[in-house]
């Protein structure tokens, strides 16, 4: 009994509850990425057993100390949020809003992003085979752990292979896709290692699974869209369906500069590394003078290697994804005056709300005892000022914001970790006076994922949507439930839904009605400036409530994981 108490936590519980959700929406024509899921989602939970159990020790995977692995949660939410933007998108193709080419697009979104995770669990699997795995009241030999692997990536691989073979263009349509699906699973095992190498002790593996499979599929959506612009595609290449997918300006700015972004670490180091060779080595001069040269020397490096990508990597970059009919900085600023008004008054308000928050919040910080938790969740609250009213009104300058927000913030973070002078340590000591037991010295990530949290649904709607809370999941979920979980469960929170956890059924209750008196709100609010209303109360209470849960019982960072849970249920 107490074995399959373990075996279904709180935490397990609800990710069937969420998997089981999308599965039971699934129309027959995504019978194989239905089928794919599950294969992921049991390979997912032998794996996180395993690994919970064993006396196995993981030490290539410098993971958060005290953390739970989150495998299964982070296996199966980017492809289950994939799914859920194909049942979406299959509604449309019915009723002959859109092209099919939409969900070709996001059918091979689903299979990257599966790949990506089913080729960790694999690793995971691999490396879990060469010692025997307890797991609670039976154990896994070695030959069953080998013969388990076989089965899943031979099951996985024909699933792929017959969904690309179903729409195959030419003979080797399903070979070159499963070799690109091959590509992402390696790239992902890479990143995923060399994030927990270089940043050790700062996430979970299921943390560190879900950042690595973003990152990969952003870069690859950024890739496909350039090679769908080259000559070198056709009807029947596998990136023919960029060319008619979600391609707009705004977006293809968005990624060219958050790719020069990801790629300017290492256009810096190298740089660094050069002036170092030539220059510092030729000083015979004191260690004293050697270290103070070094350290100007690394923040002019800094500085003008980041004017560089961003004045010409990152335009370059751009132009070579699309064709622009202007400079990338002229098309932003002829977008910004097109509706002046509206537009530079929305920047002026976002500009006077996080001035008036930062200094607040800091000085409190500072001087009351205030707890940190609660500290932090007055930022959620801001979020929600400075987001519902752009979302509502000017949702295509909200996405550019987006991008900008979240450039500043990679920038921010790079010169807190190299100490550029001479922001790098005033950085650093503000964002210490928000920090939690997630953070560490080594990456700072609880403003990304707030951020992300709240824009990923916001680009993932662009284009076609027929739910209008969608875009608001991240807003809804982080900026009212998990704010309002925390502080009335903070305050007046006695019954536990654990033991052994801080999360209480009074915070959750709170959260999950916050959320549906929001949406009650906000609902009568958007039939008001145009939107025709297509959101079911029962399918919302459903994702309203499964989101709650989720926040309730998960160990992994709730910013993260919560809205794209949230957006995948409620796109169903």
């Known amino acids: 009994m107490a074995g399959a108490v373990e075996l279904f936590n709180g935490e397990r519980v609800v990710v069937f509850l969420f998997v089981s959700r999308i599965l039971f929406a699934a129309p027959f024509l995504l019978v194989?990425?239905?089928?794919?899921?599950?294969?992921?989602?049991?390979?997912?939970?032998?794996?996180?057993?395993?690994?919970?159990?064993?006396?196995?020790?993981?030490?290539?995977?410098?993971?958060?100390?005290?953390?739970?692995?989150?495998?299964?949660?982070?296996?199966?939410?980017?492809?289950?949020?994939?799914?859920?933007?194909?049942?979406?998108?299959?509604?449309?193709?019915?009723?002959?809003?859109?092209?099919?080419?939409?969900?070709?697009?996001?059918?091979?979104?689903?299979?990257?992003?599966?790949?990506?995770?089913?080729?960790?669990?694999?690793v995971l699997y691999f490396i879990l085979k060469y010692s025997c795995v307890s797991i609670n009241s039976f154990h896994l030999r070695r030959d069953q752990a080998s013969k388990y692997s076989l089965f899943f990536m031979s099951v996985y691989g024909l699933l792929c292979y017959l969904s690309f073979a179903r729409k195959s263009f030419s003979d080797w349509y399903a070979i070159m896709n499963l070799s690109w699906m091959f590509c992402y699973g390696l790239a992902t095992m890479v990143l995923l290692k060399h994030i927990l190498c270089t940043f050790p002790s700062s996430a979970s593996i299921?943390?560190?699974?879900?950042?690595?499979?973003?990152?990969?599929?952003?870069?690859?959506?950024?890739?496909?869209?350039?090679?769908?612009?080259?000559?070198?595609?056709?009807?029947?290449?596998?990136?023919?369906?960029?060319?008619?997918?979600?391609?707009?300006?705004?977006?293809?700015?968005?990624?060219?500069?958050l790719t020069g972004l990801l790629l300017f670490p290492v256009f810096y180091k190298f740089s660094l590394q050069m002036w170092e060779l030539t220059v510092l080595n030729k000083d015979k001069g004191q260690a004293v003078n050697r270290s103070i040269q070094r350290g100007i020397g690394s923040s002019v490096f800094f500085y003008a290697s980041l004017f560089i990508?961003?004045?010409?990597?990152?335009?370059?970059?751009?132009?070579?994804?699309?064709?622009?009919?202007?400079?990338?900085?002229?098309?932003?600023?002829?977008?910004?005056f097109t509706e002046?008004?509206?537009?530079?008054?929305?920047?002026?308000?976002?500009?006077?709300?996080?001035?008036?928050?930062?200094?607040?919040?800091?000085?409190?910080?500072?001087?009351?005892?205030?707890?940190?938790?609660?500290?932090?969740?007055?930022?959620?609250?801001?979020?929600?000022?400075?987001?519902?009213?752009?979302?509502?009104?000017?949702?295509?300058?909200?996405?550019?914001?987006?991008?900008?927000?979240?450039?500043?913030?990679?920038i921010l973070e790079m010169m807190r970790i190299w100490n550029i002078w001479p922001l790098g340590h005033m950085v650093h000591q503000f964002m210490n006076a928000f920090t939690d037991h997630r953070d560490s010295e080594n990456l700072i990530v609880s403003h990304f994922s707030l951020l992300l949290g709240c824009a990923i649904p916001k680009w993932m709607s662009a284009g076609f949507n027929d739910r209008p809370l969608a875009p608001f999941a991240g807003i809804l979920s982080l900026g009212i439930g998990d704010t309002m979980a925390s502080m009335v469960g903070h305050k007046y929170g006695v019954l536990r839904w654990s033991k052994t956890g801080k999360k209480t059924i009074e915070g959750t209750a709170a959260g999950i009605t916050s959320v549906l008196a929001s949406c009650s709100i906000l609902l009568p609010l958007m039939a008001s400036t145009g939107y025709i209303l297509s959101q079911h109360w029962l399918s919302l209470v459903v994702a309203v409530s499964v989101t709650g849960l989720l926040e309730a019982y998960t160990t992994q960072l709730d910013n993260a994981f919560i809205p794209l849970v949230f957006y995948s249920l409620l796109c169903l």
């Open 340 to 410: 002046p008004f509206r537009r530079i008054s929305l920047c002026f308000y976002w500009i006077l709300v996080l001035c008036v928050a930062v200094f607040r919040f800091y000085n409190i910080s500072k001087n009351s005892k205030t707890e940190r938790i609660l500290l932090r969740k007055y930022y959620h609250l801001v979020a929600v000022l400075i987001f519902v009213p752009a979302v509502i009104f000017e949702p295509s300058f909200l996405d550019l914001a987006f991008g900008a927000a979240l450039a500043s913030f990679l």
């Open 32 to 122: 194989y990425e239905a089928a794919a899921l599950v294969v992921l989602a049991i390979a997912g939970l032998l794996v996180e057993i395993s690994v919970e159990n064993s006396v196995a020790t993981l030490d290539c995977f410098k993971s958060r100390s005290g953390a739970a692995s989150g495998i299964l949660l982070a296996t199966v939410t980017l492809p289950s949020f994939m799914l859920s933007r194909m049942i979406q998108i299959s509604r449309a193709i019915s009723n002959h809003e859109i092209g099919s080419e939409w969900l070709s697009y996001y059918s091979f979104q689903f299979w990257a992003a599966c790949s990506c995770c089913f080729a960790i669990v694999s």
């Open 206 to 257: 299921g943390e560190s699974l879900l950042v690595s499979n973003g990152i990969i599929l952003y870069l690859g959506d950024f890739l496909g869209n350039a090679l769908s612009k080259m000559n070198l595609t056709s009807e029947s290449s596998m990136f023919h369906f960029f060319k008619r997918a979600v391609n707009s300006e705004i977006s293809t700015i968005v990624q060219g500069v």
């Open 309 to 336: 990508t961003l004045t010409m990597l990152v335009p370059a970059l751009i132009c070579f994804a699309q064709d622009f009919p202007m400079h990338p900085v002229l098309w932003i600023l002829n977008f910004l």
